[in-house]
């Protein structure tokens, strides 16, 4: 099956907007503030944005704290074109241990990985349709390691069930990742060794389930 390019689908969307006089919302679901950093620049020329912060993948709670502030701070740092606000979700540790129940021992970027897209773009779809936005998306396929045609087909498939469209993207594509890293730089910002989940975590340090 031939890959999609995402970023020539956005390029279309982007290209109709400035068209229109009106300027639509964006709930932006965001992983951590280096993989938003780029996509805030980006796309807050074209959208209202609110980045959406649902990852209750993150783990030790320590770590989860300390990305939300480190968001909170870019957003705060950052010159946009229009409007960039914030809103956190629940953090849910446990949802994300039941669903990845079974599958702890699979490595990075098997299903787990893809459960764990959907548990948290689901979140943010339904964030979305109740919050009236005309789209939402996600940053997660700036990094290297995301499986972009993945997080795309499940973001459109949940955005079809909940009624918001979907806004298609591969932000690594035109040295997203590259500008990300320059941006993260710039604003100093703390960067992870790895995703956020336990598992992401014992397999960079090679340590115990759950620790």
């Known amino acids: 099956m031939n890959?999609?390019?995402?970023q020539l689908q956005?390029?279309?969307?982007?290209?109709?907007?400035?068209?229109?006089?009106?300027?639509?919302r964006l709930l932006l679901h965001s992983c951590c503030a280096p993989c938003s950093?780029?996509?805030?620049?980006?796309?807050?020329?074209?959208?209202?944005?609110t980045v959406f912060y649902y990852n209750p993948n993150i783990s030790p709670a320590r770590e989860y704290?300390?990305?939300?502030?480190?968001?909170?701070?870019?957003?705060e740092e950052m010159t946009f074109r229009y409007p960039v606000s914030?809103?956190?979700?629940?953090?849910?540790?446990?949802r994300f241990y039941d669903m990845a129940r079974g599958m702890e021992h699979l490595p990075e970027g098997q299903e787990r990985c893809h459960a764990c897209y959907r548990l948290r773009l689901g979140e943010a779809a339904a964030t979305g349709a109740a919050g009236g936005?005309?789209?939402?998306?996600?940053?997660l396929s700036i990094s290297p390691l995301k499986n972009a045609q993945k997080l795309n087909e499940?973001?459109?498939?949940?955005?079809e069930e909940c009624k918001i469209p979907y806004l298609p993207s591969d932000f690594k594509k035109r040295n997203g990742y590259g500008r990300s890293l320059e941006?993260?730089?710039?604003?100093?910002?703390?960067?992870?060794?790895?995703?956020?989940?336990?598992f992401s975590r014992r397999e960079s340090q090679n340590i115990n389930y759950r620790e």
């Open 37 to 49: 950093s780029y996509v805030l620049e980006y796309l807050s020329d074209y959208f209202h944005i």
């Open 3 to 6: 890959k999609v390019n995402y």
């Open 65 to 75: 704290e300390q990305r939300v502030q480190e968001q909170k701070r870019l957003i």
């Open 86 to 94: 914030f809103q956190e979700g629940n953090y849910e540790p446990e």
């Open 154 to 159: 499940i973001g459109i498939s949940l955005g």
């Open 183 to 198: 941006l993260s730089a710039q604003y100093h910002l703390y960067r992870q060794n790895y995703c956020g989940c336990i």
């Open 10 to 24: 956005l390029d279309k969307i982007l290209d109709n907007l400035q068209k229109t006089q009106e300027i639509p």
């Open 133 to 139: 936005y005309d789209y939402f998306t996600t940053t």
